[in-house]
């Protein structure tokens, strides 16, 4: 430091300046510094000239100078030589760590300073309170578990038993500790043998090594036997070497009366005795699966996660790369490849959190009659004129508590799988009416709430299922198809979805002769909501308003924050809830908060959606998730008022919900409105479209879309079929993909061509198949259009064919 003091030791004050602690001297009179040690001042951040104009409270934000003062008095009075404390000291840039203080005074020819060691105790304090924390859980298990505990040290000695043990003995463990066990609570045998220690199998633990377990007889401090049932395991050190034994144990009289009273039956009960050990031995199976089916589901929820925010990075970049890349350029080619990769990896997070109930439900609700009807028309043209439908609705239906579009999904996905089980030709029904569902019932089926449900059952008239197989239909990647044909998560969604809504799933079967799948859903009283959800195609882009986004994984941070600045946005980023909260107090003008919903640190996702709006009343908040927990989803529904979107999530899909939720304040809205995707019958209205496509639900979608452009669509699946279709009625555009289950899709583009010349074609496809078409010699209008595609790729792919010469 710049003052001077005449230390009584030559050379103190640069070995102070070198101590591995922080070490400051003050004045007793200013309380200036007078000298800080280059430990202190690194550690600080400050420098020296600017530590001259600091006293002690000015580095202490929890103690004010009267607080000082008050500390030091004793030392300054001589009632005390030395003073400790602990406090925080703040560091320039605002950080904060625990010190522990030790502060005396030193004198200098005739002058007083205070002289103050100062050591980081952070480490300390972070480590005393996540042992408190574990101790308080261990404490709060052994007192409230009902297992009698006991503990016994390395000479076989109490040394401790919980609130249960006591209550299992009659003894209080100051009345036990430092004695054997043995000799406290097993000393004798029910005839009044005496119990030698040698013969006590829960004492075998400590000297064997081994865990130990059985049923033995105790002796309660009031003389009378009881029987326990124990397990004896040995406690093992940091080395390995076994320092003591613990031992559970339980009251089995209850059990041992229940075991006396099934001896006594007569032989008339042997028939029955043995019908409900079958029922037991059924039921512990279906716990079993149940337990097997949880796991499972917790196991690919968790995957999911991680897997959707992967994806989420990859499909962002992937996004904004293909952006920068001119149409004509190759490489867009790889990158929508990867895109189409991306597209195929979300689906499948999305079945894995479907069938481990962890989708985002909206149930409402609904009657299943009408939803049921109203899929007649796309279940017949899903599934063909070969497949009968029949659809048998009772009268007086309730109305039930489920997710719409999930249960439209759960429909169609039942109706393709007896479409395969009927090799494409039979009769399918679906049944609608009300069901209670007893208790016998329930008792029957573990997971059952009994009470009143609505029941929809999809029945079949194909090859049934194999009873060896049955248990396992709903298991995630089970399937009886064919290598390549199947995922194995159609059934698995269901389940999952049913189970999700509250609701049960029964499936029967008999070879030869069908199946029938029921799902029942919770009956509710409220009325049928029929408002259906706006869904809009187009991409949106944003018009300067400033969003936060709140993302600790840095690649997903990163990726989000660059899709909105792509979209024209104003974007700030911050790590943790802290940090975003430190952003909205700044005065930052915010008009969305988005941020994940799973955090790290105090703050969680919901609270800080909460201190946002207090903050800025008209900001609005979107959450993001790989999957959602139960921090904004209750009972299997997102909570009131919380918009979501999962990831990942693509730039358009992003734009549009951005849109949706800043366009719902009046006040905000742009006066131009949102951007719109194509319009109805852009291009050329009125085309008639032969749509050639095997994956049934792409072929819908597309389906839906080409409609909504104004066209007419023949829907077919097979390389056969189209070309029926071409001999029979008049084609404008031929769009078709190229792997088809019967046949080429090259080759039925050759065949189209060389008989319509004029005709226009669209190759659906994730790869460029230019080098196929020029192997097979076809020419002609056609355009490529890449896997996965939506409104407005379809529409400019018509255009272009149509522009073609």
């Known amino acids: 430091m710049q003052k001077t003091i005449n230390l009584p030791v030559a050379g103190l004050q640069r070995i102070i300046e070198d101590f591995a602690n922080e070490v400051f001297i003050f004045g007793v009179n200013d309380y200036k510094f007078a000298l800080v040690n280059r430990c202190a001042r690194e550690n600080l951040g400050y420098s020296i000239e600017e530590l001259e104009d600091l006293t002690p409270w000015d580095l202490k934000p929890e103690m004010d100078a009267d607080g000082f003062l008050a500390l030091v008095q004793p030392v300054l009075t001589g009632a005390l030589a030395i003073v400790d404390f602990e406090t925080v000291h703040a560091r320039k840039d605002g950080s904060r760590y625990d010190v522990a203080v030790r502060l005396q005074l030193i004198g200098s020819e005739g002058e007083q300073f205070f002289y103050a060691s100062i050591d980081d105790i952070t480490a300390r304090k972070e480590t005393e309170a996540a042992l408190k924390l574990a101790s308080g859980r261990l404490d709060a298990i052994m007192k409230n578990t009902t297992m009698a505990i006991f503990m016994m040290d390395d000479r076989q000695e109490c040394v401790f038993m919980n609130a249960a043990a006591e209550d299992l003995t009659g003894y209080t463990v100051e009345e036990v500790r430092g004695r054997p066990l043995h000799d406290v609570v097993h000393h004798t045998y029910p005839d009044g043998r005496h119990f030698p220690i040698e013969e006590c199998a829960i ?18 401090k009031d003389g009378h036997f009881y029987p326990v049932g124990f397990t004896a395991s040995p406690m093992r050190g940091d080395g390995e070497e076994v320092i003591g034994t613990v031992i559970e144990a339980r009251d089995l009289s209850a059990e041992l009366e229940a075991r006396a009273a099934m001896q006594t039956f007569n032989e008339a009960l042997k028939l029955r005795i043995a019908e409900a050990m079958a029922e037991r031995d059924k039921l512990e199976v279906q716990l079993v699966q ?19 925010n992967l994806l989420q990075v990859i499909g962002g970049n992937l996004e904004l790369l293909q952006k920068e890349l001119a149409g004509s350029d190759q490489r867009r080619v790889r990158v929508e490849n990867a895109l189409a990769g991306v597209s195929r990896g979300a689906r499948l997070a999305a079945q894995l959190l479907a069938f481990g109930r962890q989708q985002p439900l909206d149930p409402r609700p609904t009657n299943i009659g009408r939803l049921a009807r109203g899929l007649d028309d796309m279940l017949r043209r899903t599934l063909g004129e070969t497949v009968e439908i029949e659809t048998v609705i009772s009268g007086g239906l309730w109305n039930c508590m489920a997710d719409p579009a999930q249960l439209e999904n759960a429909i169609l996905n039942l109706a393709i799988n007896a479409w395969d089980a009927m090799s494409h030709r039979g009769k399918l029904t679906i049944e609608a009416g009300n069901a209670s569902l007893d208790d016998a019932y329930a008792s029957a089926h573990a997971e059952v709430v009994p009470g009143q449900y609505v029941m929809l059952a999809v029945t079949d008239t194909g090859t049934g299922i194999p009873p060896e197989v049955i248990d396992k239909v709903f298991d995630p990647f089970f399937t009886t198809k064919a290598t390549g044909e199947g995922t194995g998560l159609g059934l698995s969604m269901v389940y999952g979805f049913v189970k999700q809504s509250g609701g049960h799933i029964k499936i029967y079967s008999e070879q030869g002769q069908g199946t029938t799948v029921r799902l029942y859903f919770p009956r509710t009283r409220r009325a049928e909501d029929v408002e259906k959800p706006q869904v809009s195609t187009a991409t949106t882009e944003g018009a300067g308003e400033t969003i936060l986004v709140v993302e600790d994984e840095e690649a997903v941070r990163a990726t989000a924050v660059d899709l909105l600045q792509d979209l024209g946005y104003t974007v700030f980023q911050a790590e943790t809830a802290d940090a975003a909260m430190a952003v909205l107090n700044s005065g930052l003008n915010v008009d969305m908060l988005f941020t994940d919903v799973i955090m790290p640190g105090t703050m969680r996702s919901p609270e800080l959606a909460v201190k946002a709006r207090e903050r800025l009343p008209g900001i609005e908040v979107l959450f993001t998730s790989g999957y959602t927990q ?11 008022g919380v918009e979501l979107i999962s990831k990942p999530y693509t730039r358009d899909s992003l734009a549009q919900k951005i849109r949706e939720v800043l366009d719902r304040r009046p006040s905000k809205r742009r006066e131009d409105g949102a951007k719109t995707g194509p319009k109805s019958g852009e291009g050329a209205p009125g085309l008639r479209i032969l749509l050639v496509e095997d994956e049934v639900l792409v072929r819908m979608a597309t389906a839906d879309m080409l409609a909504d452009l104004g066209h007419d669509v023949i829907e077919v699946g097979r390389v056969a079929e189209a070309k029926e279709k071409l001999g029979g009625e008049t084609v404008h555009v031929l769009l078709t993909d190229l792997g088809l289950p019967d046949g080429s899709g090259v080759d039925l583009v050759k065949e189209a061509l060389s008989r319509f010349p004029q ?3 669209i190759v659906a496809s994730g790869t460029d198949p230019s080098e196929q078409f020029d192997a097979a010699g076809a020419r002609g209008r056609i355009v490529t259009l890449s896997k996965p595609y939506d409104l407005s790729a379809l529409s400019s792919a018509l255009r272009q064919c149509l522009a073609a010469e």
């Open 290 to 308: 149940a337990q097997k089916m949880e796991a499972v589901g917790q196991l690919t929820g968790g995957v999911a996660h991680d897997f959707n």
């Open 759 to 761: 005709m226009a074609v």
């Open 630 to 640: 139960n921090a904004i989803v209750h009972s299997g529904r997102l909570d009131d």
């Open 203 to 220: 004492d075998r633990a400590f000297p064997e090594k081994n865990q130990t377990q059985g049923e033995e007889v105790f002796v309660h």
